[in-house]
T-cell receptor
Framework: GENVEQHPSTLSVQEGDSAVIKCTYS??????FPWYKQELGKGPQLIID?????GEKKDQRIAVTLNKTAKHFSLHITETQPEDSAVYFC???????????FGTGTRLLVSP | DAGITQSPRYKITETGRQVTLMCHQT?????MFWYRQDLGHGLRLIYY???????DKGEVPDGYVVSRSKTENFPLTLESATRSQTSVYFC????????????FGEGSRLTVL
């Protein structure tokens, strides 16, 4: 089955810096890669996603890149703000199965 | 618009007791899921359901039972709770099989003493 590895487990940056979180997946059939943000005491919430036919996707300060050959994808957050502090999860899905496999999460701390 | 709600939000129980965590969604989503979240493991799928009366095991189903008699409800039962089941449990739903977008509840924190 699919296995998703996520690094780093914790990331501390200064406000205004960029943050990058990386994930690798094992199943070459996976074709949908979402990122979820979990704020303290809340459930995860989808922030951006990418499909395997696209190499990069942007939404304001966040972007996701996908390298199918290397089977890795990354989340990029530019101009970080304190409200970006949260746990971020990557995930991979083969859309033939309604199951997501999540990475282990990255705790991002943005200091003012 | 309540969305997806879980109850109880917090529960303390003892080893061997039966515990049921409730999940209710108001969107009429076909797909519903139960995950557990543990440090170092991220989110792991316990059970999922594609429709009423259709359920299937996820990655870590042992010790758990689910049912789905109505589309909007998906309760999770721990038949005989163990300390290893101390965790935060998240229910989620999805209306679209293809995108895989999940809508999560706020979680139920369960402590088994």
């Amino acid at each position: 089955g699919e296995n998703v590895e996520q690094h780093p487990s914790t990331l501390s940056v200064q406000e205004g810096d960029s943050a990058v979180i990386k994930c690798t997946y094992s199943d070459s059939a996976s074709n949908y890669f979402p990122w979820y943000k979990q704020e303290l005491g809340k459930g995860p919430q989808l922030i951006i996603d990418i499909r395997s036919n696209v190499g990069e996707k942007k939404d304001q300060r966040i972007a996701v890149t996908l390298n199918k050959t290397a089977k890795h994808f990354s989340l990029h957050i530019t101009e970080t703000q304190p409200e970006d502090s949260a746990v971020y999860f990557c995930a991979a899905l083969n859309t033939g199965f309604q199951k997501l496999v999540f990475g282990t999460g990255t705790r991002l701390l943005v200091s003012p | 618009d309540a969305g997806i709600t879980q109850s109880p939000r917090y529960k303390i129980t003892e080893t061997g007791r039966q515990v049921t965590l409730m999940c209710h969604q108001t969107w009429s989503h076909s797909y519903m899921f139960w995950y557990r979240q543990d440090l170092g493991h991220g989110l792991r799928l316990i059970y999922y359901s594609a429709a009423a009366d259709i359920t299937d095991k996820g990655e870590v189903p042992d010790g758990y039972v689910v049912s789905r008699s109505k589309t909007e409800n998906f309760p999770l039962t721990l038949e005989s709770a163990t300390r290893s089941q101390t965790s935060v449990y998240f229910c989620a739903s999805s209306g679209d099989r293809n995108t895989g977008e999940l809508f999560f509840g706020e979680g139920s924190r369960l402590t088994v003493l």
